[in-house]
């Protein structure tokens, strides 16, 4: 009910952008997230959006560099990725919940995940 897309790999300081598609249920009243993990972390909140009302929350360590948006037309939810660095490696979840939170243990739904490389 998640289809991921996008990623890949770039020099730091350059953009990328994931894709999360949704299909199968209605997702209108739901937070969509980006969460990233890297090896040997817990999984980390990078972002997220409130599929109607477009409030969106930011982690840290991506503030100011990545952006959230909805397409509710095409029903996906985009991470923009600008300024990135080498500790933005990590493979990329999108998830969803009706519940605000920057827990990955709230998330019901998640994409099968997606692989950033940032080399220096």
């Known amino acids: 009910q998640l289809v991921q897309s996008g990623g890949g790999s770039v020099q730091a300081g350059g953009s990328l952008r994931l894709s999360c598609t949704t299909s199968g249920r209605s997702f209108n009243t739901y937070f969509v997230a980006w969460f990233r993990q890297s090896s040997e972390k817990e999984r980390e909140f990078v972002a997220s959006i409130h599929w109607n009302f477009g409030v969106t929350l930011y982690g840290d360590a991506v503030k100011g560099r990545f952006t959230i948006s909805g397409d509710k037309g095409k029903n996906t939810v985009y991470l923009h990725m600008d300024s990135l660095k080498v500790e933005d490696t990590a493979v990329y979840y999108c998830?969803?919940?009706?519940?605000?939170?920057?827990?990955?243990?709230?998330?019901?739904?998640w994409g099968q995940g997606t692989q950033v490389t940032v080399s220096s």
């Open positions: 998830a969803a919940d009706p519940t605000k939170s920057t827990r990955a243990s709230t998330y019901d739904f």
